[in-house]
Nanobody, 128 residues
């Protein structure tokens, strides 16, 4: 049974930092591209960042470039999202996603979603 579990969300003041983590089980983590999406109330889900299976390719949404850093530890089956200089507009539910086996989700314009596994999400709230 595949499980994708996010953690690390919370309430933080604008300008603060949070680190999200995503652990997986039941799938070959080191052979899958991984990513983070978020959804704010009343808005569509958007791809925040994603990373290739071998850590050689990454994508960041323009809104988070220079503030967020995605990384992965294949030995621990864990994906991270370090979020610095947080803004109120970063508020939302953050979802971890695992891409299909042997197919990247990293593109020049975003993170693909077809065939992905998803976690339940972790809430991030940034107060002004």
């Amino acid at each position: 049974q595949v499980q994708v579990v996010e953690s690390g969300g919370g309430l933080v003041q604008a300008g603060g930092s949070l680190r999200l983590s995503c652990t997986t089980s039941g799938l070959t983590f080191n052979r899958r591209a991984m990513g983070w999406f978020r959804q704010a109330p009343g808005k569509e889900r958007e791809g925040v960042s994603c990373i290739g299976a071998s850590d050689s390719s990454t994508y960041y949404a323009d809104s988070v470039k220079g503030r967020f850093t995605i990384s992965r530890d294949n030995a621990k089956n864990t994906l991270y999202l370090q979020m610095n200089s947080l803004k109120p507009e970063d508020t939302g539910m953050y979802y971890c996603t695992a891409g299909p086996l042997y197919r990247t989700i990293v593109t020049d314009t975003g993170c693909a979603t077809t065939g992905n596994y998803w976690g339940q999400g972790t809430q991030v709230t940034v107060s002004s």
